[in-house]
């Protein structure tokens, strides 16, 4: 018997080798009337198209506490995050975020209004996160955090946080609660994080 390989599921495997119609090598090239390089199966003739990715989540808020999650995977394990993770087939935008916040947080919540969308084409990603009411300081942490808890804007942990779409998403909603108004903020992270 084989051990398997012990399995990753972040950076995903983006690089392809092999047909997934016929299993045969995969060419690399631009195919006509295209402008951009493809995978492409000179066997069967299936050109894989690869596109950006979903990651979806909440900003939770109890009373005037924000709920933030600790991570128990990579990347980025031990850091704090907003309940986010990426988007399931067959599913919205929303019920992704009310899934990924009972899957890490075990929170329950009243979703609200989409708050943030963060294009990171360096990460081939589109991030979205809403606002939430969380509806009981009880959570269930899952097996994909070390723990979740609620935390006051001062006592946010902003060394600690695992993404910039997390800390910027946590920057607009406190700037907007000095104002008590929560529009929709659409932006960028153009480039990878300094190393
Ligand atoms: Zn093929």
């Known amino acids: 018997m084989t051990t398997p390989a012990p399995s990753f599921y972040f950076p995903a495997p983006r690089a392809q080798r092999y047909c997934s119609q016929c299993g045969k090598p995969i060419t690399q090239r631009i195919p006509?009337?295209?402008n951009r390089l493809r995978a492409v199966c000179e066997h069967c003739g299936a050109v894989h198209y690869q596109n950006p990715r979903n990651v979806v989540g909440v900003l939770p808020v109890w009373q005037d506490k924000i709920l933030l999650c600790r991570r128990a995977i990579e990347p980025r394990y031990?850091?704090?995050?907003l309940p986010a993770g990426f988007m399931e087939l067959g599913e919205t935008t929303a019920q992704g975020a009310m899934r990924e916040t009972q899957e890490e947080a075990g929170a329950q919540i009243e979703l609200g209004p989409l708050y943030t969308i963060i294009d990171v084409p360096h990460a081939e990603q589109v991030h979205f996160f809403y606002l939430a009411k969380v509806l009981s300081e009880k959570l269930y942490p899952g097996p994909e955090s070390i723990e979740a808890g609620f935390f006051s804007v001062e006592d946010i942990p902003w060394q600690e946080l695992a993404f910039?779409?997390?800390s910027t998403t946590l920057e607009h909603y406190i700037a907007d609660r000095a104002t008590g108004v929560f529009p929709m903020h659409h932006y960028d992270i153009p480039y990878p994080p300094p190393r």
Do not use: L
């Not at 031990?78 to 995050?81: A, P, Q, S, V």
């Open 32 to 34: 006509p009337d295209d």
């Open 78 to 81: 031990d850091k704090w995050t």
């Open 164 to 166: 910039r779409t997390v």
